[in-house]
């Protein structure tokens, strides 16, 4: 089994050490892994903001990089849902679109495809769980609170295998943080309005840090944080399973 | 091309899609006890359901309910107590001032405490202008569900029915609910027949 | 880089009480309708089945509405067809103007707020009363509905206190909500007595019996058609439904849905005017049936018009119905203004983060969010896409499209880090308005996988 591993553009750049926890995680369990060059971006910021033909480019591009692998894995849950579900759309008739299949959030692949049942990390803090919209109501990382199902969350699972971890989840438990993408800087007050109470229902948890699985979600929430002066941590929770690597 | 015909040809015209009528074959909630479900979703819904006992005439029970009551109006031959028939009244505003109007309530519905009510009346207006509605129904009459209750319902020749559920109620005004909204402050079914 | 509903939000936040209160109020709603919902363990397959039966009866529509007119005529109910909303305030105006009638009270109607009838009327010289509690403090206020079923839950008591100290001759300074709803049910009930006609909208229309459906709390709907001798309806034509037991499926959904209830107080059917008296249907198209024709939004017909969306919806909730341009707010708003004039309203797509809980709530399951996302796309075309998220795409698809320029960017990124604060947080920087911007790492992740650190 072939993992290409695509490290999203803000990652890249804001969060190295997420896709380089998630690099060694992936080793770790013995996953043959590789990180393509040339690779940049999904698509999803002009998408969301109602340019998805120009990611039409990149989607081409993101085939031909990923092609030959058995899976994409991304830790970023907006970017795998967003290549999941679109590029079908976006390269009807221009590219056979293979990458659809093959994405995978590393949340998702660690429990659904290489079901992970041990950890070898120790992280001894209280975390509350930012549960991203894209990876709940897109990936099925966890119940969605509107739906009447089974309640499960893939990220509880997995943090339960990290021993030390107090795992807790803030009140509206995945309600927007208010990211959207395009959506921050066009309705930047709505955006920090429910950023910031999502931030504070995370810190009226008491949890030291906040952790999802999306990063873009992390990068808003941080930003408001140190605005604010708010005193809480972010982390990846690839960065928490792959504690002590 | 008048308007009807000039709408459903812009329809026909239109449709770009073609679906098939699902089976409406849903397991819809049952209740153990679909009484006591009944009773508890009148009294969430604010309204008092009484189980008739043997040795209960309804006419006192009405009395201790509403024991202010000076306008009793029902077409009920077994309300005795009823000072005005809604059958006779030249117009329906004369039902105006109505304390307690006591009706038939023909279907009862477990999961949300409504009771159908085809009108058996002259006027339906006694249903709604009333203070309070007193309504009698029979135990063996509680269903389960919605689905169990459309599918039993019938219509009186005068063309209306209408399921109440409790007394009128709004929350427009902050979200604080204030029960007795335009029609009836209070509702009591009362039970009959239960063995 | 900022919309009309932008700018609209904006000034709503800056009031935090008002804006709190209005977040709190609605989510409360939302949270009555995950009990409800929760309690019943068939009702996933109810809102699968709500949408079955929608999609059915929407795309065989012509064969639904023909049964239901002549149902309906077969019971003496007269059916008049409105194309649109025009010819359906006319249509309304000509059976007043028939039975001399001056005073008409009103249940509530979203699609008579559509059609403006009630300005229509007022002009003509009718008295129009609207009864449900919420839209006639509007009505006196002389404002719009911020909510399709909560009109008036921006409001604050001491607001409606005053207002009915003004007009109805309350209390000064009470502002209980049981007493001003006692006030209310005085006033009202001498509309009742009085009017000449009552009007009502319609929740559904049974195809198989001619049946009106009217679910209300209040029972205004039917104080207003128990006492006047003539009842007209308002009904959109993608209201008809098939049968009884399609609409057990939808009475099940509706009040759950829209404000946590298992019903509303009275769910009442209408068949035939009272003896002695005339009933009137006036079906009304006003854009539904070209809506049919369009592929990606011809889903919204099956809109139960419940606001379960809007109270899920996290944007509306901190911005209110007045931020949108549309009369309806919210997700389902959003894609009923696009489908009126796509030039007149864009401005409320930018009102959504897409974070798809309005498409697990919406008891029809429209896919609202999608749709919101596919006229985000079709923005540009009518340029009506805002010309600085064009060219940051733009700027976006070259520098993700060179792998070259992108890692020379990644590079001298942290530069920014280490500019002034007076250069970095500007009134052109969006995102410095309330947050941090990030920190650029000294080395990005392709850079450090190049050097082989990573391992």
Redesign the interface.
Known sequence: MRIGLF?P?????????V??AT??LL?YLGVNVD?P??Q??C?Q???????????V??AA?FEDIFQGYDYVVAPSASCAAFVKLNYPRLLEGKHVCQTSDKMMDVCEFLHDVLKVEKLPGVFPHKVSIHNS??GV??LHLSS??????PRFSKMRDLLSLVEGVTVVEPE?V???C????????????????????KLDSHIATGAEYITGPDSSCL??L???A??QNKPIEFIHVVQILAAGL | M???E???S?????????????D?A????RYDDSLQQFID?TK??GGNAHVVQVDEDINDLIRSYYPEAVNIVSNLPEVTIATGNPDVVAK??DL?GTDVAVVRGEIG?A????VWIPQAV????V???AEYLVILLSADKIVN???E???M?Q?SD???????????????????L?V?????CGVTVLILNHR | ???K??KA??AF?SNKSR?QFL?Q?I???REKR?KV??Q???????RE?SS??K??TV????TY??QF?SRAEA?GVIV????DAD?HNKIVYDILQQHGAKKLVKSKSMLTEECHLNNYLINKGIDVVE????ER?LQLMQVAPSHIV????H???QQ?GKLFEDKLGSEPGNSD??Y???V??LH??NE??TADAGLTGANFGVAATGDVVVCT????A??ST??PPLHIVSMG?EKVI?D??????F??LLARSA?G???????????????GCEMHIV?V?NGR??I????QH?ETLKCLRCGACMN?C??YR??GGYSYTYFIPGPIGINLGMLRSPRAYSDN?????????C???CPAKINLSEQI?SW?????AIHK??PM??I???G??Y???H?TF?YM??KY?PLINRLPRNILYNRLN??G?????????R????E???KGI??
């Not at chain 2, 007795?180 to 009836?184: E, I, K, P, T």
Request: proline share 5%; glycine share 6%; net charge neutral.
């Open positions: 490290v553009c803000y990652v890249d750049a804001v969060f190295p050490e896709g380089v690099y060694k080793k990180y060059m040339q940049t971006c698509g910021p002009m998408a969301n903001a109602g340019f998805e033909q120009k990611a480019p990149l591009h919209c894209h109501r897109e969605p609170s509107e739906l009447n199902i509206r995945d309600e927007c208010g990211f959207g993408g395009m959506f921050s800087i066009e309705e930047p007050e709505v955006s920090v309005q429910m950023g910031t109470e990068m808003h941080q930003g408001i140190r605005r | 008048n308007s009807k000039s709408i459903l812009n329809i026909r015209k239109n449709s770009c899609a073609d679906y098939e009528m699902p409406i849903v397991a819809a909630v979703m969430t819904v329906p505003q105006d519905v999961e949300n405490g409504c002259k006027e339906k207006a249903y709604f202008i569900n919605m689905h209750a459309y599918d319902l219509f005068y063309g209306f029915g209408t399921f109440i559920s409790g007394p009128s109620k709004t929350a427009d005004i902050e979200q604080a204030v007795g909204a335009q029609s009836a | 880089m900022s919309t509903h932008t939000a904006s936040l804006a977040n109020s989510w409360y709603v995950d919902a929760m019943l363990a068939e009702w996933e397959e109810l089945l079955s039966i999609r059915h795309t065989h529509l012509d509405l023909e007119a019971n008049h067809w409105a194309k010819e009864t449900d509690l919420g403090i909560m009109p008036a839950i409001l604050k008591r409606v909500p049981t001003l709803t006692r209310a049910r009202l009930r009742f007595m709390n209040e029972g205004n039917d104080m128990s006492l034509i098939p009884y037991r399609s609409l057990a499926v009475t099940r404000t209830q298992p019903s509303t107080t009275y769910t009442s059917h209408f068949r035939k005017a009272r003896p079906l198209d049936s070209d049919l024709a369009n592929p011809w899920t996290p944007v901190r911005s797509v930018s009102a959504c983060s897409l974070c798809c809980s498409d697990n709530v996302y985000r796309q079709g923005l540009d896409a805002d998220k064009k940051i795409s733009s976006l698809k520098l993700y499209g792998p992108y960017g990644l990124a969006a995102w308005k309330g947050r941090e911007l990030p920190t650029f790492a080395k990005s992740f392709s450090m996988w190049k990573v391992r």
